[in-house]
């Protein structure tokens, strides 16, 4: 059984850090692709971060990018979110999904991810 389990969110000052965690286990994720979602109160599920298991290439949301860095530790089956600068507009419940999007516009879609965790929330005060 595939399992995505998130950790790290919590509450954090604007300007401040947080890093997530997604674990992955119940199947071998070589050529998939590991993404980071979040949905704030009221709002559609938006793409944040992607990164290819396999070869490490990544790709961010224009919102996150150049704050936030994706990674992925093989060894361990775990993909990270390192996020730096918080905004309160990063408040958000966090996700981790993964799938195999077969272009770099079907990487930033919902749909194209099979298996999802059950979310952390990250809340950024002002």
């Known amino acids: 059984q595939v399992q995505l389990v998130e950790s790290g969110g919590g509450l954090v000052q604007a300007g401040g850090s947080l890093r997530l965690s997604c674990a992955a286990s119940g199947r071998t994720f070589s050529g998939y692709v590991m993404g980071w979602f979040r949905q704030a109160p009221g709002k559609e599920r938006e793409f944040a971060a992607a990164i290819f298991w396999s070869g490490g290439m990544t790709y961010y949301a224009n919102s996150v990018k150049g704050r936030f860095t994706i990674s992925s530790d093989n060894a361990k089956n775990t993909v990270y979110l390192q996020m730096n600068s918080l905004k309160p507009e990063d408040t958000a419940v966090y996700y981790c999904?993964?799938?195999?999007?077969?272009?770099?516009?079907?990487?930033?879609?919902?749909?194209?991810?099979?298996?999802w965790g059950q979310g952390t929330q990250v809340t950024v005060s002002s």
């Open positions: 999904a993964a799938g195999r999007p077969l272009t770099t516009v079907q990487i930033k879609g919902v749909n194209n991810y099979n298996y």
